[in-house]
């Protein structure tokens, strides 16, 4: 993440703290975020600085006017005059982990061979909040070549008690004990 992402994501968390909306920015930044992500030719329209910085105001203005909180708006359109739409994705991590900070959140992300089911995303989400004393946001990702178990990324860490991850162990442990 870039400073620029870091001050302009900070300076949108503070205002919208002090007005008591930071949780519905949250989720409006969220879903920006990620249909940004799925429409990559309208982010260069925005990024080209070819046009002039009213065109690109002026289509963001028509795009999101009424959809979207009148800051979070602004704060698009500020991106657009200085050229940092760009930047959106990184601004949106320097908010949330404001937010997750502020509000005692910690992120997980855990993967699978296949989709957790209610009750153990329930059970694990349980157990790592009583182990954290915060509360967990599990983030969760199916990759089948795991083949069973779940790996768990947390705080910078990773814990894996995968089947694959075993298996890993075990060949390393192999080719150790045969050199």
Known sequence: MTETAKEYGGALYALCLEEGISQDVLDELRVLTEAFAE???FVRLLSNLGMA???RVRIVD???RGKIHL???NFLKILCERGS???LAGCYEEYRARYNEDNGIVEATVTSAVPLSAG???K???RLNAVTGKRVAIKERVNPALIGGIRLEMNGKRYDNSVQGRLEQI???LLTAVQ
């Open 53 to 55: 910085k009213e065109e």
């Open 120 to 122: 153990l995303r329930a």
């Open 85 to 87: 739409i760009g930047e």
């Open 171 to 173: 060949r390393s442990a």
């Open 62 to 64: 028509e795009s999101f």
């Open 71 to 73: 800051y979070l708006l």
């Open 124 to 126: 694990l989400t349980e």
């Open 39 to 41: 429409n990559p030719p």
